[in-house]
């Protein structure tokens, strides 16, 4: 039987050795209050790297490049309601300055040091930025 995956972009935008993190409301429907890459959903008819300058532009207000964006790690995680493979990209250039564009959704966007990451984030996410600074480029997350 063939089943359809969900397809996500996420990326991580890096300044002064910190990376960008934004923080999902508290009435958010999945992982509420919790710290979270820049990204989301890709749609219909885009690429992985369309996706993100459309979303890092909705998200945090700035300009991104396609070619600016460079792939580090693809994982595939299901759940009870949904499969997802996400594709995560280090952006280091962009116009702008960061903020948070959607305070509806978002309740910080803060930046934050790889070993000093807050204790309330997504666990795919915090397990993508451990293993792409281990140089793994590829995970599976199975429900446990």
């Not at 995956?5 to 919790?34: E, H, M, W």
């Not at 309740?107 to 996410?125: C, G, R, V």
Request: charged share 20%; aromatic share 10%; proline share 6%.
């Amino acid at each position: 039987m063939n089943h359809m995956l969900t397809p996500y972009a996420l990326v991580i935008l890096r300044k002064d050795n910190k990376i960008a993190l934004l923080q999902r409301a508290a009435t958010a429907s999945f992982a509420p209050g919790d710290y979270c890459l820049v990204g989301g959903a890709v749609e219909k008819h885009e690429t992985f790297r369309v996706a993100l300058v459309r979303e890092v532009y909705e998200e945090v207000g700035v300009i991104i490049q396609p070619q600016d964006l460079h792939f580090v790690h693809v994982f595939y995680r299901t759940n009870k309601i949904q499969e997802i493979v996400a594709c995560v990209f280090v952006c280091d250039l962009w116009q702008g300055e960061p903020y948070n564009k959607e305070p509806e959704k978002h309740t910080d966007l803060a930046w934050f040091a790889l070993d000093e990451l807050p204790a309330k984030m997504i666990p795919a996410h915090r397990g993508a930025l451990a293993l792409i600074a281990q140089g793994i480029s590829y995970s599976e997350q199975e429900p446990g």
